[in-house]
């Protein structure tokens, strides 16, 4: 490869770069400084570059409010979204990729009308339809999914005890069949009953509570934001078919070729969606604006916005605030950045 | 133990796959159509009805087209679409532009020098915008902003100036945050994409006596285009949602100035709780959208290959 070669061009360019990459850096040095000083320090002119006097009576300041309760608010919305959104796009972007099946371009197409769509103007009517949902139902649906998923695993291990045939045909059932079809049946009642009963779960949900102001009214809509889907498709391609077809042949049942074969290889296309929607979560502003008001259920975006509208020229106090939401993900961004764009690129064009 | 190998002809074997298929695809499904499908449908459905937070949707309220029509005559909203224009015109070949000149310059660079350059420019994105506005905040101020201290000790201006609060300077300030906050994907992108133009054209031209500037235009530039489509139309749907800066910062002032569709559709959903009108200003708002959309996929298709 020849040297390049230095133009006056390029030093100036390199230049510029530098100016302008200062003035992107210089908002988030002034959260962090600005979060240690006090608010004379913080209106004085001219401006203190460093805080010569740290105090920490901001942040003394900002946990009186619960700003901790915000932050746990925050991660659990956060975490939630990924782990749902990993869940369910990653087994749709396969399907989606990979079968060939009745209706495919119909759903396919859906999905990416949906999503040159503007997310916003299907707000107004979610938040009235989370306005009418009862919060008890999501406890039924989550119990309902989890004794789906008890039920398919146990229903694998069964599969793999006694052969499928005797299972199909009745009059070869033996003892011990039964048995253990029956004790299945008992296990999951169990688990149906335990959850029902869960303190703050079912039991304690009063009959008419509505869904808006819970987590789960910001949860919801991200896990059905189709973005994932489409990411996860995108990574799926990319699985070799000659593999599945061994997989198929080795007699590997589908959700077993899924967990077994399909998940390691797009392990990476996991790690960008993964991040991608916590930092993304962490960060929407507008879904959390509409569906949660009170103030022991907001978020950290949602709080620092609350306390400029009451105290809007307490600038220490906003940017102790700032920096509480902005400095975990921004570490969170860096330690995974590679992941990340990888994620933007994967999710970009090549349509 | 293996299972017997099963025979099925075309038809049954697609058959199986569709429910396979489907059941693989349930559970996003489900949500999908739950939270996407089912409030859009409801959104447009709605928007003809004269659906307020006394009025349920119901025959007696049922207006037909009135919202929209009442819509084109709302000065406000008119005042509203016209500022989102304004933003999209300048915001969107701003930051195509900017970032491409960003990327060109340090796609070649070391690994290490690139992802922080990259990270730089996507440290607004992930600071969060709640972070973000509340800081410019700060530094706009009148009386404690670090911005117009600097610019009165250069001596560019003798009188502090209320940024936010200035009908001339308003939305230039809504327009520079915008800014920063956006150019972050398309770097990633755009350096992504010159990373992957066939460097044997390059070396070919350059072996011709072609300059830099020839090379980008006539070879790097048609093989970055889809990436170019792409970003002016994320970019613009972006814009064309901007809503927590003006929510954050401004309130749609000084004067309507700096008010948005969008906001203007907060407002009215949320604050006069006119659902119906509302709604049909997301319609709207979508048809625009999906419009534009469209047209991309058009172009796309037409001279891409990727």
Not at chain 1, 76 to 95: D, E, H, K, P
Not at chain 1, 223 to 239: A, H, N, R
Not at chain 2, 45 to 60: D, G, H, I, Q, R
């Amino acid at each position: 490869m020849k040297k390049k070669k230095i133009t006056p061009y390029k030093v100036i360019s390199l230049i510029i770069l530098i100016i302008v990459a200062f003035t992107f850096v210089f908002p988030f040095y002034w959260i962090i400084t600005g979060a240690f000083k006090s608010q004379t320090v913080a209106i004085s002119l001219p401006p203190q570059w460093f805080p010569t006097e740290p105090t920490m009576a901001n942040f003394e300041r900002l946990f009186k409010n619960p700003a901790w309760k915000w932050m746990a608010n925050t991660v659990l919305i956060a975490l939630g979204s990924m782990l749902l959104v990993c869940g369910t796009a990653s087994l749709c972007g396969y399907a989606l990729a990979k079968k060939r099946f009745y209706g495919q371009s119909i759903v396919f197409g859906l999905i990416v009308c949906a999503m040159a769509l503007p997310k916003q103007v299907v707000l107004v009517p979610l938040v009235r339809m989370m306005a009418n949902l009862r919060l008890r139902w999501m406890y039924y649906a989550i119990a309902v999914v989890a004794v789906v998923v008890l039920g398919m695993l146990i229903w694998s291990a069964v599969k793999n005890w006694y052969n499928l045939k005797e299972l199909a045909s009745p009059a070869k059932w033996k003892g011990r069949t039964v048995l253990t079809a029956l004790l299945a049946a008992a296990v999951l009642a169990a688990i149906v009953w335990y959850l029902a009963s869960l303190p703050g779960l079912i039991a304690n949900t009063p009959e008419k509570t509505p869904m808006t102001n819970t987590l789960w009214a910001v949860i919801l809509p991200t896990v059905g934001w189709p973005f994932g889907v489409f990411l996860m498709k995108q990574f799926s391609e990319t699985i070799p078919n000659e593999i599945l077809e061994a997989a198929r042949i080795d007699g590997a049942g589908e959700l077993n070729t899924f967990l077994t074969v399909v998940c390691p290889i797009i392990k990476p296309g996991f790690g960008a969606l993964a991040i991608f929607t916590f930092i993304n979560t962490w960060n929407d502003y507008f879904l959390q604006l509409i569906m949660l008001q009170s103030r022991e259920n907001l978020t950290i975006s949602l709080g620092i916005s609350t306390l400029q509208a009451e105290f809007a020229t307490n600038y220490g106090l906003m940017m102790a605030g700032a920096a509480l939401g902005a400095v975990p993900i921004v570490t969170i961004f860096l330690i995974f950045q590679k992941f990340f764009t990888q994620g933007i690129t994967m999710g970009a064009v090549k349509g | 133990m293996a299972k017997a190998p099963v025979r099925l002809n075309g038809h049954a074997l697609k058959r199986h796959e569709t429910m396979v298929a489907y059941l693989f695809m349930l559970p996003a499904l489900v949500f999908f159509a739950g939270f996407v499908i089912l409030p859009m449908g409801m959104g447009i459905v709605t928007s003809l009805f004269n659906y307020t937070m006394k009025n349920p949707v119901s025959a007696e309220t049922f207006i037909g087209l009135k919202n929209y029509f009442d819509l084109f005559q709302d000065e406000k909203f008119i005042r509203a679409m016209w500022n989102t224009v304004i933003l999209v015109v300048v915001t969107v070949p701003a930051v195509t532009l900017f970032s491409l000149w960003v990327s060109s310059a340090i796609y070649q660079m070391k690994e290490g020098l690139r992802s922080f350059f990259r990270c730089v420019f996507y440290l607004p994105v992930v600071t969060g915008t709640v972070a973000v506005v509340v800081v410019w905040r700060w530094m706009f101020d009148v009386y404690s902003g670090i911005l117009n201290y600097a610019l009165s000790s250069l001596g560019i201006i003798d009188k502090s100036i209320m940024w936010l609060g200035d009908k001339r300077f308003a939305i230039w300030c809504i327009i520079l945050i915008m800014f920063t906050t956006y150019v972050g994907q398309p770097i990633v992108l755009y350096v992504a994409a010159l990373g992957n133009v066939d460097q044997s054209l390059v070396e070919a031209a350059q072996v011709d006596g072609a300059t830099d500037l020839q090379v980008f235009w006539q070879i790097k530039w048609p093989q970055v285009m889809p990436t170019t489509l792409y970003i002016v139309v994320i970019t613009t749907i972006n814009t064309f949602q901007c809503f927590s800066l003006i929510q954050l910062l401004t309130e749609g002032g000084p004067e309507g100035t700096t008010n948005t569709v969008m906001y203007y559709l907060y407002q009215n959903a949320f604050s006069l709780y006119k659902y119906g009108y509302a709604n049909a200003m997301g319609v709207i708002l979508a048809i625009i959208i999906a419009i534009l959309s469209a047209i991309q996929f058009k172009v796309m298709s037409k001279d891409v290959s990727y």
